[in-house]
């Protein structure tokens, strides 16, 4: 079965600086899609992120990029020039067949002013 | 656009009642919906998957008998809680993926709604 793990309970950033939110994964499949999702404090989930296993180019989307390394399973987040409105809950996730996704543990982002 | 609403987004009830809460894509059609349940400070757990027009697939360990889940047509899909407890009270949340969306964010993404914070009393 599919695992995700996020490693980091809590990150504190200052704003404009840079910061990256590390997930990994664990999985025997080849072909699959990773997700970042944002849960700020009214608790809506938001995509930032996603990123197709297929795809060797890192995605990026404004502010967010990814690494996505598919040999080591690991797939983080790095928010730049990072902003108040950035504090938030972040959440990997896997997507397993048929288009179930598993999440991790969720990393508790904090920008200090 | 991929917007998702529920409704309500909050709902008190007593004990032994039983609880619908609606889940709807507005701009998109949703062949398949999700509904999740998040305990505070948590991550989101499945609770089943819903493809319109046939019986939803529910996670191990989910009661069907409790957790009703319709999904009738491409934009609507609802959940019902029966005979609520006090440890059913938590954050529900749904989702819903569509083949046909176009661009960037495509038919494999799951758009979340807002969520529907149950209180059992």
């Known amino acids: 079965a599919q695992t995700v793990t996020q490693s980091q309970p809590e990150m504190s950033v200052q704003e404009a600086e840079t910061v990256t939110l590390s997930c990994t994964y664990d999985?025997?499949?080849?072909?699959?899609?990773l997700f970042w999702y944002k849960q700020p404090p009214s608790r809506q989930m938001i995509l930032v992120i996603r990123q197709e296993a297929y795809k060797q180019q890192n995605a990026t989307e404004n502010r967010f990029s990814v690494n996505f390394q598919k040999a080591a399973k690991s797939f983080s987040l790095k928010i730049s020039d990072s902003q108040l409105g950035d504090a938030a809950m972040y959440f990997c996730?896997?997507?397993?067949?048929?288009?179930?996704?598993?999440f991790g543990t969720g990393t508790l982002l904090a920008v200090q002013p | 656009g991929a917007v998702v609403s529920q409704h309500p987004s909050w709902v008190i009830c007593k004990s032994g009642t039983s609880v619908k809460i609606e889940c709807r894509s507005l701009?998109?059609?949703?062949?398949?919906m999700f509904w999740y349940r998040q305990f505070p400070k948590q991550s989101l757990m499945l609770m089943a998957t819903?493809?319109?027009?046939?019986?939803?697939?529910?996670e191990q360990g989910v009661e069907k008998d409790k957790f009703l889940i319709n999904h009738a047509s491409l934009t609507l899909s609802t959940l019902t809680v029966t005979s609520a407890h006090p440890e059913d009270s938590s954050f529900y949340i749904c989702s819903a993926t569509d083949p046909g969306l176009a661009g960037e964010l495509t038919a494999d993404t799951q758009y979340f709604g807002p969520g529907t914070r149950l209180t059992v009393l």
């Open positions: 701009d998109f059609q949703a062949t398949t």
């Open positions: 996730a896997y997507r397993s067949w048929p288009n179930k996704l598993i």
């Open positions: 819903s493809n319109e027009g046939s019986k939803a697939t529910y």
């Open positions: 999985t025997s499949e080849s072909d699959y899609y």
